[in-house]
């Protein structure tokens, strides 16, 4: 499956080309995008192959880019095939395994990778100041964390957003800060719009150190300059620095609308008046 350079980041694939990480991260970013909107698995299709900003800007319609739409005729044509009583996947065909025949055991690290890691990343409902965006208007959104594990490790706090839509974007942890001020005015003529096909861009900030049962925030706080409806892609990394292997992430992709949009939550994101 595709898996663009940011979207590879925040859903922690070093290795895209790796079968087993590339479908398993693919099929999540998949279910973000469905849930994203509202379980629409054409817009979900084209969320994946043009990106979801691009189909907020069709407005909500597969965006006009041949390529994008091919992607989804093929994908729902094959969708439909397979769901015909009796279709068989395209596979080579598979012969039962004779008695006496020798088999190979599975490794240690095959055995180690295949066993389940709990959770211990716990990320609580996200927490945006105002449920609709404006232009010249700073928007927050504010993120909770807790390492629920036995052992002290580090976080990263990763954010992709759509540049050509914000004039002002910072994502701040304690600590940390990582701020991108766009050259473009928050008010006044809005900007022409850039490319459907724009591409997102990247920030991230650290916790060095995150103690079992801490509680960690992160806020990101942006302005937008078109007025667009916006989707972000959030990711928080837990990290254990004596196994590796017991990392955790967590994924969600945000939509913000705007003006007065009437806000669908699937993704159970909690929206709570700005704190005085």
Not at 19 to 42: C, D, I
Request: glycine letters at 6%; proline letters at 11%; a positive charge.
């Amino acid at each position: 499956m595709q898996l663009m350079p940011s979207t590879q980041a925040l859903l922690g694939v070093s290795n895209p080309f790796h079968p087993q990480h590339n479908v398993e991260a693919g099929a999540r970013y998949l279910a973000m995008l469905k849930q994203t909107f509202s379980g629409n698995l054409q817009l979900a299709l084209a969320a994946y192959n043009a990106g979801p900003q691009a189909v907020v800007a069709a407005g909500y319609t597969v965006p006009a880019i041949a390529e994008t739409q091919q992607y989804v005729r093929c994908v729902f044509a094959a969708y439909e095939q397979y769901r015909q009583p009796g279709a068989v996947p395209f596979l080579p065909a598979l012969r039962p395994i004779q008695p006496g025949t020798r088999t190979l055991a599975p490794s240690p690290r095959s055995l180690a990778a295949s066993v389940a890691v709990p959770t211990t990343l716990i990320v609580s409902p996200l927490r945006l100041s105002s449920q609709v965006a404006q232009v010249g208007q700073r928007l927050t959104v504010e993120l909770e964390a807790i390492n629920t594990s036995k052992r002290p490790g580090h976080g990263t706090v990763m954010l992709n957003y759509p540049e050509h839509l914000v004039s002002f974007m910072a994502l701040h942890t304690a600590g940390q800060e990582t701020t991108v001020q766009v050259p473009a005015a928050p008010t006044g003529p809005p900007a022409p719009a850039a490319p459907t096909t724009a591409a997102y861009q990247l920030l991230w900030s650290h916790w060095p150190v995150w103690t079992p049962g801490e509680r960690r925030t992160a806020m990101i706080s942006l302005v937008p300059r078109l007025p667009q409806d916006l989707t972000l892609h959030v990711s928080v990394v837990l990290d254990d620095t004596a196994v590796p292997a017991a990392s955790q992430r967590w994924s969600h992709v945000v939509r913000i609308p705007f003006r007065t949009a009437a806000l669908v939550d699937p993704n159970g994101v909690r929206y709570t008046p700005p704190r005085q």
